[in-house]
């Protein structure tokens, strides 16, 4: 049976029913793939050659803008990833001050951990791009930190 990272690589995929709840271990991973019998549609699985790049979105105010500014330097300096402008107000859909690091998928398993080990109690929201900006900025979205609400509105 393909292991499902190998499934995911292959393309667009689709899950199918029959995983209980007696077969996810105690975090809630699914242990084994398409138990059988198929019997019902479940989800799809994108594949990861859709990812172009990365954006990670550094959150900020007046007192850890110092803070944000190193942790960007820091990344900028240490990945190569391109760091955009320290903004001092919410702009786009971000709710906080922020500052945006962008890279590509080859420099993620860099980046994303140094990030999680150094963000220093800062909120970091981190999303692909895929081409599908609603769905980037939501539902494949991850958090560091906190999670907070954007204004989707502006997609
Ligand atoms: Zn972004």
């Not at 077969?23 to 989800?43: D, E, I, Q, S, Y």
């Not at 906080?96 to 860099?110: R, T």
């Not at 692909?128 to 502006?154: C, F, Q, R, Y």
Request: proline share 7%; with cysteine; hydrophobic share 40%.
């Amino acid at each position: 049976m393909a292991s499902i990272s190998a499934l995911a690589r292959s393309g667009p995929i689709t899950l199918v029913s029959g995983c209980e709840v007696d077969k996810l271990n105690p975090c809630g991973h699914l242990l084994k793939l398409f138990p059988l019998p198929v019997t019902r549609l479940a989800r799809k699985i994108e594949p990861m050659a859709t990812i172009e790049s990365y954006h990670a979105h550094i959150y900020y105010d007046a007192e850890t803008i110092d803070r944000a500014r190193t942790l960007c330097e820091t990344a900028r300096d240490k990945f190569g990833v391109d760091m955009g402008r320290m903004h001092e107000k919410p702009v786009g859909p971000h709710p906080c001050w922020s500052c945006q690091l962008a890279f590509g998928p080859e420099l993620f398993a860099g980046v994303v951990p140094w990030l999680a080990l150094n963000r220093d109690g800062l909120v970091v929201y981190l999303h692909p791009e895929t081409g599908n900006v609603m769905a980037d900025h939501t539902e494949h979205a991850m958090w560091m930190g906190a999670k907070m609400e954007l204004d989707t509105s502006i997609f």
